[in-house]
């Protein structure tokens, strides 16, 4: 009986040591790593970090090390933490980072199979190594033939950037069949987010028709709409044509329209649309005046609006009226409503500006306002900078 629950209490010792450590970071660098992946068969999850990123260090600190998380990610990955800041600059180039931490899944074989940007708790990066880890898989059952249209959307929605042949060949037929119940299906919306849509495809008709339903379901659908709407704005600054940019206005209305309290008038949409086209196009002259007609037409009577509009033209102009102007709305904006936000925004227009006794004095009434002690902070930041400058 003794030998028996030694026996058990070294077998439960024993478990708990091979769970203990989390994940477990290759050693070595990363033609050493795929040479690892390719021998054991296995996938490779990458960790993209910065020394000074709070959201990496908190993961490194509390997701990686989860005993659970850690025996299946050691079981079907080879994982590597790459400082993108110092180490492999050419893998990182190829990448493409955009923020920090970005977690990418490859093959043996280097490709890209999926990517997520940001900070992931212990639950959701286990269902992101569940999903890739599936991959192979899926892909088998679709260049067979045999896969479910779950599978094939499940597929896909990794397949972008792996198998682009593959995606570009399955995903036009899925995406022109998807009904209002697919679209409000969270894995094919996630796989919709990815389709490279134009405000004049069948699908973004689709998914405006139903504003109202689906920016109900999906917490990103503004976010899906607004890429699709930038791709306009791109192709029209692209070819340097302004008419283009009628479906990119047109559409914004007609978001405007279901989801916003305010309504505005067609003209509206327009200096909106051309504020947005010369911003791009880098016309600072064109841009300076839609952006003036915008703000005194349609917000003069609204503080938010009037120090975002101050702070896009402080920023973008050093022309004397421009800088008057940013002013001018600053100061109007706090007669409307002094809140510490609209202190804080307009104490850094007048800094922009180069009013800084104005700024400075601004900013010092943030000190009125119960801070806490990140906000204490900043602005504690900001006086220092204004007085330094």
Same mark, same amino acid.
């Given at each position: 009986m003794k030998r028996t629950v030694f026996v058990l209490v070294l077998t439960l010792g024993m478990s708990q040591l091979l769970l203990a450590d989390g994940i477990e970071f290759f050693k070595g660098d990363w033609k050493a790593a795929l040479e690892s992946a390719r021998k054991q068969n296995k996938l490779l999850f990458v960790d993209f970090y910065a020394t000074?990123?709070?959201?990496?260090?908190?993961? *490194?600190? =509390?997701?990686?090390?989860?005993?659970? %998380? $850690? *025996?299946? /990610?050691?079981?079907?990955?080879? +994982?590597?933490? !790459?400082?993108?800041e110092e180490e492999e600059q050419e893998l990182v180039g190829s990448v493409n980072l955009?923020?920090?931490?970005? @977690? /990418?899944?490859? =093959? +043996? $074989?280097?490709? !890209? !199979? =999926?990517?997520? /940007? $940001?900070? %992931?708790?212990?639950?959701? %990066?286990?269902? @992101?190594?569940?999903? /890739?880890?599936?991959?192979?898989? %899926?892909?088998?059952?679709?260049?067979?033939g045999n896969a479910t249209r779950n599978e094939l959307v499940r597929f896909l929605t990794m397949a972008r950037q792996a198998d682009r042949a593959l995606f570009d060949q399955y995903a036009p037929g899925i995406l022109q069949s998807l009904s209002l119940s697919d679209l409000q299906d969270a894995d094919t919306w996630k796989f919709v987010s990815l389709a490279d849509m134009m405000p004049g495809d069948d699908l973004f008709k689709k998914i405006i028709a139903h504003t109202s339903v689906l920016s109900a379901t999906h917490s990103d659908f503004a976010e899906v709409v607004f890429e699709a709407l930038n791709r306009q704005k791109a192709k029209a600054v692209a070819a340097q044509d302004r008419q283009l940019m009628a479906p990119y206005k047109d559409y914004l209305k007609m978001l405007y329209d279901s989801l916003a309290d305010q309504k505005y008038p067609a003209a509206y949409f327009d200096l909106l649309g051309d504020k947005d086209y010369y911003r791009d196009m880098e016309d600072l002259s064109s841009y300076a005046k839609s952006l003036v007609q915008l703000t005194d037409q349609y917000h003069t009577g609204n503080a938010s609006a009037l120090l975002e509009s101050a702070l896009e033209l402080a920023k973008a102009s050093s022309e004397s009226e421009h800088q008057a102007k940013a002013v001018a709305w600053a100061e109007q904006a706090l007669k409307l409503e002094k809140t510490k936000n609209h202190v804080y925004s307009a104490s850094v227009v007048f800094y922009y500006t180069g009013r800084n006794e104005l700024a400075l004095k601004t900013a010092q009434q943030l000190y009125t306002f119960e801070l806490d002690e990140s906000e204490k902070e900043a602005v504690d930041d900001l006086v220092k900078t204004i007085q330094e400058g």
């Open positions: 000074w990123c709070g959201p990496c260090i908190h993961m *490194s600190k =509390t997701v990686f090390p989860d005993a659970e %998380l $850690g *025996s299946y /990610v050691n079981q079907h990955f080879v +994982s590597v933490k !790459i400082n993108a955009e923020a920090y931490p970005t @977690l /990418v899944f490859f =093959t +043996s $074989g280097g490709e !890209i !199979i =999926t990517r997520h /940007v $940001g900070y %992931l708790e212990i639950e959701e %990066l286990r269902q @992101l190594a569940e999903d /890739v880890n599936q991959y192979p898989a %899926l892909k088998q059952a679709v260049v067979k």
